[in-house]
């Protein structure tokens, strides 16, 4: 006489994972709704026109400089007191990336010395590459 042994299944506890795709779907939607991007306007500039304005590839690397007509002077979202701390914080930006573009707006209205004085900051600084904002003049 034989004897049947059953054996006795065991049971596979896991995690379902049916519904994974439709969770990570709702959270990468969520995520895209509440975030909210922040564009710094900077000061209110009035840019000079130009006839031939070409546009940044990207703005990856690109720190802006802002003027208006009043000299105060902006870069990234910091005022600065004085012009001698441009120096500082542009060398401190170049440090950090090597291909740091400055990108220079810069108000119509704004004193010519400033502008020199900013120029020689940022010699001083060895920020060479340079770039200035204009819009496109009306044909």
Avoid: C
């Amino acid at each position: 006489m034989a004897i049947k042994i059953e054996k006795k299944s065991k049971l596979k506890i896991g995690i379902p994972t049916a519904s994974m795709p439709d969770i990570i779907f709702q959270l990468l939607i969520f995520f895209m709704v509440s975030t909210v991007l922040r564009e710094y306007t900077g000061l209110k500039v009035e840019l000079p026109e130009a006839v031939k304005v070409q546009k940044l590839a990207t703005k990856r690397h690109v720190s802006t400089i802002w003027v208006d007509r009043f000299n105060n002077i902006v870069i990234d979202d910091v005022s600065v007191k004085k012009i001698t701390d441009l120096r500082t914080i542009v060398y401190n930006k170049l440090v950090e990336d090597k291909q740091l573009i400055i990108s220079l707006r810069i108000d119509k209205e704004a004193d010519m010395g400033i502008v020199t004085d900013i120029h020689q900051e940022l010699r001083k600084a060895n920020a060479l590459r340079i770039n200035y904002s204009a819009i496109p003049a009306v044909r």
